[in-house]
């Protein structure tokens, strides 16, 4: 995961992956993007005489995919605030004006992806993913809810069981804390991220309240968990770095 390009505001948008083939990169349509300020805000900058230095609103856009044969859209809107800025060349004494503005996107629609999603991964669970993504930019509680049900979906593909033995009973439904616990037996070294991904997911579902920092945490964590645990990437360089010690080890 680039944590870096994923900003709650943002001066342009950076070229993130095409949603829809993977291979290219979105693009800012610079002529569809609108920028709206309401009359409310209009009527405040004249109150408060701030009109010509600043303006806040609403925007809407489009970026568009740069794969030749693809060129999917993804709208993105959401608001925007804008800072005027007017200065004087130092040698000709001109003015220079310049505009900066910055993006909050609360919409970006087919989303796009924010991880690497393990081809292997079941399909209920890559649809869940896909709203996570969506969601990531509307509602933080809802998203880190999705990832959570994401992390029970790979369990039930890792065939770790939905019901079991629970103190005196025999065959009761677990929770994902449960199976979390079946699953270090099996696949050591993940139940802190799994676990840190089910409060964070309770989180969302209850109070509802999850910090942008704490959701990018969420997604790196979640990566890492699919590839390891469905790929065993780590495992199977371990095992290529062993084969060429075995190799060659012997004349170091
Ligand atoms: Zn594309």
Same mark, same amino acid.
């Given at each position: 995961m680039d944590r870096a390009i994923w900003r709650k505001s943002t001066g342009s948008f950076v070229r993130y992956n095409c949603p829809r083939c993977g *291979?290219? *990169?979105? *693009?800012t349509k610079t002529d569809s993007f609108v920028r709206l300020e309401p009359t409310h805000v209009t009527h405040k900058l004249e109150a408060d005489e701030l009109r010509g230095e600043l303006s806040w609103g609403r925007f809407s856009g489009y970026l568009a995919c740069s794969a030749v044969g693809c060129g999917e859209l993804v709208v993105v809107a959401g608001d925007f605030e804008e800072h005027y800025h007017y200065q004087f060349d130092e040698d000709t004494g001109d003015p220079i004006e310049f505009t900066d503005t910055s993006y909050k996107p609360r919409i970006m629609h087919p989303a796009p992806p924010m991880i690497e999603v393990p081809k292997r991964l079941g399909k209920d669970a890559k649809e869940h993913m896909t709203r996570a993504f969506d969601l990531f930019w509307s509602d933080a509680? @809802?998203? @880190?809810?999705?990832?959570?049900?994401?992390?029970e979906l790979l369990l039930d593909q890792l065939e770790i069981a939905r019901r079991g033995p629970k103190g005196k009973r025999n065959n009761v439904r677990l929770d994902l804390s449960d199976r979390i616990d079946l699953l270090k037996d099996v696949r050591p070294g993940h139940d802190k991220a799994l676990t840190a991904l089910r409060i964070v997911g309770n989180t969302g579902s209850h109070e509802g309240v999850v910090e942008f920092e704490e959701l990018l945490d969420c997604f790196e964590l979640l990566e890492d968990a699919l590839i390891e645990l469905l790929e065993r990437r780590r495992e199977n360089l371990n095992a290529k770095a062993q084969r060429i010690i075995d190799r060659r080890g012997k004349n170091p």
């Amino acid at each position: 995961m680039d944590r870096a390009i994923w900003r709650k505001s943002t001066g342009s948008f950076v070229r993130y992956n095409c949603p829809r083939c993977g *291979k290219g *990169k979105l *693009k800012t349509k610079t002529d569809s993007f609108v920028r709206l300020e309401p009359t409310h805000v209009t009527h405040k900058l004249e109150a408060d005489e701030l009109r010509g230095e600043l303006s806040w609103g609403r925007f809407s856009g489009y970026l568009a995919c740069s794969a030749v044969g693809c060129g999917e859209l993804v709208v993105v809107a959401g608001d925007f605030e804008e800072h005027y800025h007017y200065q004087f060349d130092e040698d000709t004494g001109d003015p220079i004006e310049f505009t900066d503005t910055s993006y909050k996107p609360r919409i970006m629609h087919p989303a796009p992806p924010m991880i690497e999603v393990p081809k292997r991964l079941g399909k209920d669970a890559k649809e869940h993913m896909t709203r996570a993504f969506d969601l990531f930019w509307s509602d933080a509680g @809802a998203c @880190a809810n999705r990832m959570r049900i994401v992390v029970e979906l790979l369990l039930d593909q890792l065939e770790i069981a939905r019901r079991g033995p629970k103190g005196k009973r025999n065959n009761v439904r677990l929770d994902l804390s449960d199976r979390i616990d079946l699953l270090k037996d099996v696949r050591p070294g993940h139940d802190k991220a799994l676990t840190a991904l089910r409060i964070v997911g309770n989180t969302g579902s209850h109070e509802g309240v999850v910090e942008f920092e704490e959701l990018l945490d969420c997604f790196e964590l979640l990566e890492d968990a699919l590839i390891e645990l469905l790929e065993r990437r780590r495992e199977n360089l371990n095992a290529k770095a062993q084969r060429i010690i075995d190799r060659r080890g012997k004349n170091p």
